[in-house]
């Protein structure tokens, strides 16, 4: 166990965790979506690290001190793009805290994580939760709390990296960005990453492969993990813009680097301007660039100049995007999250909510469609009063919209399965139309009106069954009249009856029912499930 970090550990750490950031960085970059998907999260984070290293390897004594000097001196060099300027103000502030210290203990290196975030966020102009900001703030409140009961700095850095993957789950529930895209911050992610290798040089563990799990988790019933591009045009500043200020002149003071940071933020957003006299970082986002050099000139000489077109970085993404479009997409119409969730679980890409009394619109229908990166989307409407705005979306949408005329969830479903992806339009078109009359459906619900119909007095509030919007049974009890329309809907060669019950029926009072059922009809199968959908008591399939 160690409980004091001395030079030796100090310099491995950063070492190994400069190997492993560059081992998993394509991993690191497939999450980046935040504010272009340009999948430069892990390589910045990346080249900030090795910079760091090579100042640290470069040093000529193992002295705290003199580590963390350079390993502050050469991330700052090193750091690129938001996620590694940001890296490199965690590790400064991490650097100088522990710099002054005498001996590194776990409190000692809890306070530096706690410096690290202030030192960060006060880099920041607009800081977001959700980011790696959030990560690192999490980490440092709980290494902070830990220091308190743990020893070892292996098992408490163990545990720091342990709460660091709980606050990193929860980064899509406070950027909704990600939770759009389905995935958690990439910044945190490489943040997480590069810790790990602060452990596994404690530990002596060489081993650098990672199992990684990045997924935004629970996402609202019919909301598909999906990164809009059509939103990408919505860049405000054009230019992403890097430079360094060196050789700053003697008359420069702290308070004009505060100065320049103030001036930036008035022609661009993303400002980050972060050093000392000695050394001036700064990225922005701007449409003038040439102004923000003219501003740091005031301060000194500039170096290292980088200017990235982000709308072009823009246009070639939405290109890309554009040229990838697999043969066939699905869109599903249904109301209720257990319904939403069947369709989802048979890979439909994406569902709509609509049905009875909240038909959606042609547009609605449409949207989905484009959504979709497929040349050919199916739209199954479960519904024939949804039928036509399906078709009407047709002429809105930019993609090539099958409509299979679905009356209700059970064709649906039954359609949704026979599609076949090895197969060609013509033949998924026919496919999927031959497996609507293969089933017969039927839906219990309440009256909300008196009304005579076919021979049938009707009175409000009665349990009534429908079959393709035609009364066919009514009365006082939800499980009677259910049973009544299996028994309309009961055929011949029928051998499955399915159930799938509403917002307003539990589970046990379904499983009731389907044993009935059972008992009544031995030699079917019966199954239920949860269909939430408003209204319908339950949903009734016969096969």
Known sequence: MIKILNGANFRSMIINAANIIEIHKQHVDSL??????????????????????KEVSACDTNHISDLCTALSKGALRGARGNSGVILSQILKGFATELGSAKEVS????????????????????????????????????????DAKKTQGIEDFLEKVIEAGEVSLKKTPDLLPVLKKAGVIDAGGRGLLVIFKGFYNALVGLEETEMAFNDSAEELPFGEIPHFDYADLAEIEFAYCTEFFVVNLKKKTTESDIDKLREALTSIGDSVLVIGDLS?????VHTNEPGVALTYALEL??????????????????IGSQKEKLEPFGMVAVCAGEGLSAIFKDLIVDQVVEGGQTMNPSAEDIAKAADKIKAENVFVFPNNKNIILAAEQAKVLSKRNIVVIPTRNVPEGINAVLAYNPENSLQDNILDMNSAIHEVKAGAVTTAVRSANIDDLKINEGDIIATVNSSIVSKGKSVSEVAEELVENLMHDNASNITLYYGSNVDEEQAQILADELQSNHPTMDVGIHFGGQP???YIVSIE
């Open 32 to 53: 980046n979506v935040f504010p272009v998907p340009d999948g430069d999260t892990g390589t910045n984070m990346s080249l900030t690290m090795i910079s760091a290293a």
């Open 106 to 145: 776990v409190k000692k290196f809890a306070k530096a994580l706690m410096a690290g975030t202030e030192v960060a966020y006060k880099a920041v102009t607009d800081p977001k939760e959700g980011t790696i900001l959030t990560v690192i703030r999490e980490m440092a409140e709980f290494a902070v709390a």
């Open 279 to 283: 050394m001036v970082k700064v990225h």
């Open 300 to 317: 000194g000489e500039v170096d290292k100049i980088k200017i990235d077109n982000m709308l072009e970085q823009n246009r070639a993404l």
């Open 535 to 537: 209204l319908y008591y």
